[in-house]
């Protein structure tokens, strides 16, 4: 294996661990809160903090929870199977003998399981953007446009001047 290909691995080992021990820390705490109620409107805190942000009348909100009561139950049902897998990857590093395939064959699944987030996401501002007015529908592109970035850093790249921010300001002018 040459030198580049082994700090792959720890590299990929390294972030695995920070991975798991978030999920953990995630796990721990939501144990320690009241569980969520199903029949409650507000799966998540999102829909309530977006009400505001758009102004959405109470019919527009009602419509999008709506919506996104499966998205949602989805949503949760991908992070279990990701918390889930990563689980057994833990169990496997911890194991006497690792199996490097067995492990890699994880992180595979880990990562179809992220896009299947993606995906949910992406379907979740869809139902947004679906009730919004032109008005609303400018405001929500400028808060996902705030969303994606950190004080004025490229959220994918970490660089301050990142040439993709161009493309962003394009789209501001459309």
Same mark, same amino acid.
């Given at each position: 294996m040459s030198k580049k290909q082994r700090i792959i691995n720890w590299l990929s080992i390294f972030l695995l661990v920070i991975n798991i021990s978030a999920f953990t820390t995630l796990l721990l705490m939501n144990s320690k809160s009241d569980p969520i109620d199903s029949n409650s409107t507000e799966h998540f805190k999102s829909n309530e903090f977006l009400k505001e942000a758009l102004n959405l009348t109470e019919e527009q909100y009602k419509e999008v929870s709506s919506m996104d009561h499966k998205i949602f139950r989805v949503y949760q049902n991908i992070l279990d199977m990701q918390c889930e897998s990563n689980f057994k990857i833990l169990e496997e590093l911890c194991s006497e003998q690792p199996n490097m395939q067995y492990m890699d064959s994880l992180a595979k699944q880990i990562g179809n399981? &992220?896009?299947?987030?993606? +995906?949910?996401?992406?379907? &979740?501002?869809?139902?947004? +953007?679906?009730?919004?007015?032109?008005?609303?529908?400018?405001?929500?592109d400028k808060l996902i446009k705030d969303m994606m970035e950190l004080d004025d850093q490229c959220k994918y790249c970490n660089k301050k001047y990142c040439s993709r921010r161009e493309s962003l300001k394009k789209l501001d002018e459309k």
């Amino acid at each position: 294996m040459s030198k580049k290909q082994r700090i792959i691995n720890w590299l990929s080992i390294f972030l695995l661990v920070i991975n798991i021990s978030a999920f953990t820390t995630l796990l721990l705490m939501n144990s320690k809160s009241d569980p969520i109620d199903s029949n409650s409107t507000e799966h998540f805190k999102s829909n309530e903090f977006l009400k505001e942000a758009l102004n959405l009348t109470e019919e527009q909100y009602k419509e999008v929870s709506s919506m996104d009561h499966k998205i949602f139950r989805v949503y949760q049902n991908i992070l279990d199977m990701q918390c889930e897998s990563n689980f057994k990857i833990l169990e496997e590093l911890c194991s006497e003998q690792p199996n490097m395939q067995y492990m890699d064959s994880l992180a595979k699944q880990i990562g179809n399981l &992220h896009t299947g987030l993606k +995906r949910q996401t992406i379907k &979740h501002f869809m139902n947004i +953007r679906s009730v919004c007015t032109e008005e609303q529908s400018h405001l929500l592109d400028k808060l996902i446009k705030d969303m994606m970035e950190l004080d004025d850093q490229c959220k994918y790249c970490n660089k301050k001047y990142c040439s993709r921010r161009e493309s962003l300001k394009k789209l501001d002018e459309k």
